[in-house]
């Protein structure tokens, strides 16, 4: 099953939007992956127009998102427990943390810091995908592509330039 992992769109904001070449990979995926900051319901509704969106509130999501996404979950796709959370903590030590948290899942999804992670803890695959509008310290807006199939988990940063 093909994955697009995303965070922090915090949409909408003046004329800010997802790219065009963010948009065309979401849409040609089977499963959407956000770990927060949606910002709104309209926003979430908009990406279940593209696939299936699982998601986690963030910090700046409106209180209607909160009583429709958990703080953290545990998603299975293809044999592949995969854990979500907005926030990871600070850095020290933070993807121990993360793989203490998701216990027997084979990935952590995490956002909140716009800087795109993928690393290994482990076995444990440790994915924050940045974020495709807003880029702050990163050198570039970004996401992730994810491939779970019998039980592997595989992954690739995109990015969409600064």
Wanted: charge should be positive.
């Amino acid at each position: 099953m093909k994955l697009a992992i995303i965070a922090d769109t915090h949409l909408p904001r003046g004329a800010r939007r997802l790219p065009d070449e963010c948009l065309r990979r979401l849409a040609a995926t089977d499963l959407i992956l956000h770990a927060g900051d949606f910002c709104t319901v309209a926003v979430l509704k908009e990406l279940e127009s593209l696939a299936p969106v699982v998601g986690v509130i963030g910090n700046n999501d409106e209180p209607e998102l909160a009583a429709l996404l958990p703080e953290r979950r545990v998603v299975e796709v293809e044999g592949v427990r995969i854990g979500m959370v907005h926030d990871g903590g600070r850095r020290f030590g933070r993807n121990g943390r993360l793989v203490r948290l998701f216990p027997e899942c084979a990935a952590v999804v995490y956002a909140h810091s716009h800087l795109a992670e993928l690393a290994r803890e482990g076995r444990v695959w440790i994915v924050n995908p940045g974020s495709p509008t807003e880029r702050r310290r990163s050198p570039a807006r970004s996401m992730v592509e994810a491939v779970a199939k019998r039980g592997e988990f595989r992954a690739q940063l995109v990015t969409f330039g600064p």
